[in-house]
């Protein structure tokens, strides 16, 4: 059963770089027809999609994050990164990792049923 941890600091300050990594075990992220995605949830709010890495190594992300958001993967370490630049205090949330076996998680990806695994969270907060 693949099994998901994520790793990063709690504390960012404003403007600064967010950066977590998702170590996958129980399954490579280079094979089967995975996504691998990166969903937040701030302060009273629902789940937020953040964006996603193929198998293959194709990166998708919300449109409101693209201009900040960059995924990226080490296959010989089985991990996925994400990096949110320019952070603000709206960027404080519980990050998940999470896989998710259907293509149309990129269509949809807010519907929580595509995802079969996920990591426990991270809280990031963002202040000075």
């Known amino acids: 059963q693949v099994q998901l941890q994520e790793s990063g600091p709690g504390l960012v300050k404003p403007s600064q770089t967010l950066s977590l990594t998702c170590t996958v075990s129980g399954g490579s992220i280079t094979t089967g027809y995975y996504y691998w995605n990166w969903i937040r949830q701030p302060p009273g709010k629902g789940m937020e999609w953040v964006g996603a890495i193929d198998y293959s190594g194709s990166s998708y992300y919300r449109p409101s994050l693209k201009s900040r958001a960059s995924i990226s993967r080490d296959a010989s370490k089985n991990q996925f990164t994400l990096q949110l630049s320019f952070v603000t205090p709206e960027d404080t949330a519980v990050y998940y990792c999470?896989?998710?076996?259907?293509?149309?998680?990129?269509?949809?990806?807010?519907?929580?049923?595509?995802?079969?695994?996920w990591g426990q969270g991270t809280q990031v907060t963002v202040s000075s």
């Open positions: 999470a896989r998710a076996e259907n293509a149309l998680v990129v269509a949809d990806p807010d519907n929580l049923a595509w995802y079969d695994g």
